[in-house]
């Protein structure tokens, strides 16, 4: 329209100025030039504020990759908007300055145009992808957004159950952990109710136990076998149930609407689950019933985030509760065994004090009976031999005989007591064992032949004639056991049988533990004593060598005796590192005692230890003392004197010295035993002993040392065994004594005093 | 003068009385075992030994308790020795009262042991007539032409 108008106006002009006589007849023409001059104006002024406005909002914005194109598009509208101002000035008559100018705008506005034109096919799809990749990075932000929100969900998920299971796990209380349990879950749950069912002892119902808000009525139960708890039970996940299942009914009923509800198992484990090695197993079936019910009037809905929530709870739960139970066992376990420690304890100690009751007992009956019966029998024996009328003498050998006995039931006594504490020793002689059967045999066949039994004594043709035992208590065996056997016979006969056993008659079945193995050295004797008395009842025979028991048929006679005899009998065996035993066919069938012990042989051991006491006549020793010389040290001359005398008498040719000096320095080789007093105090004897030890060597030739002091305790004799003192003797020495001991030093090399 | 039947009952009474009255026990008899041919003045001999010691001890006791400062290490050392001797003569009751007094020595109490030298002097004068007298007597009956009796 402007090229048009321009036409227009060209003619106009050049008809104008063709023929400037023309009129002007075109007043119309003036306004609608007005109008396109003022249009022409607006237009340019259009065209030139919008690439300012462009230009402006461009440096503005941060980012605007297409710079160029906007400098082009500027360039462009710039100069359309030049052409349209300058197109005022042509409207009339106009220079050709102005043509010039006008024409250089319209060439350049067609070349920028044209240009502009080109690139903006380029561009504009650029331009247009842009908004895609902007509506994609949208979605994508909304996107992550979501996820966003879904993590900071778990995040939050998660530090609950742990600060839940920290509260449940930090208590080892069963009932705190439970307790808490709902009311963490209703904190972070923000729960209207929260509820936990437990089974019940008979496990067919379960009961209400925990509630978090409501007291519900006491022993509220629900049979365990309902759908919907079978239905809860048979996973391990949250389930959602109904809100009004029996389980979730918990509120008194109202007008309002429950919320939803979820319930989870809760494993209970027992102590029983936990095998060695093996993970708990829950095939127990033990569940209890938790039930969560969400706010009613919130409309909220149980989310999975939520619901794991649950679970995890559920199962820290039932860790936290077999945690607490194993605490609970094992600190009941502790309480019974402390209580056990104490009541053992004080058994112990109490047993020791009746220990020491019963040693300090029988140490004072020692002493204190035993003094006053020495007295009886002493005096006894004294008056029988004085002069006494018949009637007299009886009733003084009943008294003999009453106090012997009871003498005999002290000794008893304080013998087991001995034997009891271990302290008794056998006391190892060389005996004639024919002969001490003999003696027995002699002091029962009196007794015997007054109750009219027959009384035989059996011995094998290979015991040993000389044997080496404990004379004494076989003796008292022997005795307490033929005593035994006529005591409790009313008639009939009594045999005593004795002989080395042989191995296969060493093994009693009732003794699988008995071992006897015959060796060089020793043999065992086998002594078999056979009644035909009362008998035993069977039942009573374990009892037999039990202290003081005594079956009903023997307490009814007159029987006497301590119920000691087989008791002691059994320790003295047993000391002999033997065996014995009863056999009894019935009560009226007789019994037949047996016992074995275990004897040296002598001359075959190669102890030189064992003093053999045998009745050699007097002389027979005496005669080897002649001129054998001796020593004696002591520091008082009426002592030295004495024992001067004592060693002159058996015929010893005797050196006397007062001090450890004169001793050291008077004694030879030829001296073959040195008496020393060693009471003597300030002068250390024992250095005296060391030293001649040391002069004359350890072996033959030596003198002897014997140590002679008034001290009966046991540290003089040790000290005197210490520094290697061949004996001790107790002073006042006898002459009797004194001849034993130069015997024995002389045959043996040692003195051994008991 | 006595026949040699009335002094030996006469030896016997006087000897029984002795162990009876505890101022002599076993050892004593031991002593008279050990005279022999060899040795008859055996006891005698020993008898005399044990006054002479005993004599100088209970003067050093008299002389020791006697002290500002008594030295009982050393009185403890006499009444060894005297105790020593008494015992192996035979002199129960002088034997029993060292004893006392040596208990009293190991308690360091000076009365004590004051009474106990005093008892003991007693004992010994006392001892000392009676083997004196008994010596008397034996020599009587030898020399009436007895024997003394054979222990």
């Known amino acids: ?15 104008d100025s063709c023929n400037c006589i023309i009129d002007p007849q075109l007043p119309a023409d003036d306004l609608l030039m007005k109008y396109q001059y003022i249009s022409d104006f607006f237009i340019a002024l259009a065209y030139f504020s919008i690439p300012v406005e462009l230009i402006y909002f461009v440096k503005k914005s941060a980012v605007f990759p297409y710079r160029w194109v906007l400098v082009q598009f500027g360039a462009f509208i710039v100069l359309c908007g030049a052409t349209h101002l300058i197109n005022l000035w042509t409207f009339n008559m106009h220079t050709r300055n102005v043509a010039i100018v006008m024409t250089t705008a319209k060439v350049l506005t067609a070349l920028v145009s044209c240009i502009t034109a080109l690139m903006l096919v380029h561009i504009i799809p650029d331009l247009l992808s842009v908004k ?177 929530l649950v679970e995890v709870v559920a199962d820290q739960v039932a860790v936290a509760l077999s945690h607490a139970a194993i605490l609970e066992e094992s600190m009941r376990a502790r309480d019974l065994l402390m209580e056990q420690n104490v009541a053992l304890d004080l058994a112990r100690r109490e047993a020791e004090m009746a220990v020491r009751a019963r040693n300090d007992f029988l140490a004072v009956m020692n002493h204190e009976m035993r003094t006053p019966m020495h007295a009886i029998i002493a005096l006894s024996s004294l008056l029988q031999e004085t002069d006494l009328t018949p009637e007299q003498r009886l009733m003084v050998e009943t008294i003999l005989k009453s106090s012997n006995l009871l003498a005999t039931l002290i000794n008893d006594v304080l013998d087991l007591s001995r034997l009891e504490d271990g302290s008794l020793q056998l006391d190892i002689v060389t005996f004639n064992l024919h002969a001490l059967f003999g003696e027995v045999l002699n002091l029962i066949k009196p007794v015997a032949s007054v109750k009219k039994l027959f009384v035989t004594l059996s011995l094998s043709a290979d015991l040993p004639e000389y044997v080496i035992g404990d004379e004494q208590r076989l003796m008292q065996i022997l005795l307490n056991i033929v005593g035994n056997a006529v005591k409790f016979s009313k008639e009939g006969s009594v045999s005593i049988s004795a002989f080395a056993a042989k191995s296969d008659s060493l093994r009693d079945p009732r003794a699988p533990e008995f071992f006897a193995v015959a060796s060089e050295n020793h043999f065992y004797l086998r002594v078999q004593v056979k009644d035909t008395g009362i008998g035993i009842n069977p039942q009573d025979i374990p009892n037999l060598f039990s202290k003081f028991t005594q079956s009903q048929a023997l307490a009814s006679t007159n029987s006497g005796g301590t119920g000691l005899g087989l008791a002691i009998c059994k320790r003295f065996v047993n000391l002999m590192e033997g065996h014995i035993w009863i056999e009894s066919e019935g009560l009226g069938k007789g019994s037949t005692a047996i016992f074995i012990i275990k004897l040296g042989i002598p001359g075959r051991s190669n102890e030189s230890k064992l003093p053999f006491v045998a009745k050699l006549p007097a002389n027979h020793m005496q005669m080897t003392f002649q001129g054998l010389k001796v020593l004696v040290m002591d520091d008082n001359g009426v002592s030295r004197m004495v024992t001067k005398g004592l060693l002159a008498h058996l015929g010893c040719d005797v050196t006397t010295v007062g001090s450890r000096d004169e001793c050291l320095r008077v004694v030879t080789q030829e001296h073959k035993v040195v008496f020393m007093d060693v009471s003597m105090p300030g002068i250390d004897c024992y250095e005296v002993a060391v030293l001649i030890h040391e002069r004359f060597g350890k072996r033959h030739g030596r003198p002897l040392i014997v140590a002679l002091t008034g001290n009966t305790d046991r540290v003089t004799k040790e000290n005197c065994m210490r520094v290697g003192m061949d004996g001790v003797i107790l002073k006042p020495v006898s002459v009797d004594k004194m001849r034993s001991v130069l015997s024995e030093l002389l045959e043996h090399g040692v003195v051994l005093e008991s | 003068m006595e026949s040699v039947n009335q002094l030996q009952r006469k030896l016997a009474d006087y000897t029984s009385s002795l162990y009876n009255e505890n101022f002599l026990d076993e050892q004593f008899i031991q002593l008279q075992q050990l005279a022999d041919e060899s040795n008859p003045d055996f006891v005698v001999e020993v008898v005399s030994l044990f006054f002479e010691d005993s004599d100088r001890l209970l003067n050093e006791l008299t002389k020791a308790l006697n002290q500002p400062n008594v030295d009982f290490k050393k009185v403890d050392a006499h009444v060894h020795q005297l105790k020593g001797s008494s015992s192996s003569i035979g002199a129960l009751r002088v034997q029993k009262i060292c004893i006392a007094f040596r208990n009293y020595c190991e308690q360091q109490i000076v009365e004590g042991c004051l009474k106990c030298l005093q008892q003991v002097k007693n004992e010994y004068t006392l001892v000392k007539n009676k083997l004196e007298t008994l010596f008397k007597l034996e020599k009587q009956l030898v020399d009436a032409g007895g024997s003394l009796p054979v222990v």
């Open chain 1, 1 to 15: 329209m402007g090229s048009l108008l321009r036409m227009n106006r060209l003619l106009s002009s050049i008809v």
């Open chain 1, 132 to 308: 895609t990749r902007e509506l994609f990075l949208k979605k994508k932000a909304a996107q992550l957004d979501r996820e966003m929100g879904i993590i900071r969900t778990q995040e939050e998920t998660g530090r609950h159950v742990r600060m839940l299971t920290h509260e449940i796990r930090s208590t080892l209380d069963r009932h705190t952990i439970l307790k808490t349990t709902l009311v963490e879950l209703g904190r972070t749950l923000a729960l209207e109710e929260c509820a936990l069912w437990m089974p019940t002892r008979t496990g067919v119902e379960l009961q209400l136990s925990y509630t978090l808000r409501h007291q519900n009525p006491v022993g509220l139960t629900v049979p365990i076998q309902l759908p919907v708890i079978n239905q809860v039970f048979s996973t391990n996940r949250a389930v959602q149930i109904s809100p009004n299942s029996p389980v979730a009914k918990l509120r008194p009923t109202g007008k309002y609407m429950p919320g939803e509800v979820v319930a989870v198992r809760v494993p209970l484990l027992h102590l029983s689950n936990f095998q060695i090695n093996d993970w708990p197993e829950l095939s127990t079936k033990r569940y209890a019933l938790m039930v969560l019910m969400l706010p009613s009037d919130s409309a909220r809905q149980w989310h999975v985030h939520e619901l794991e």
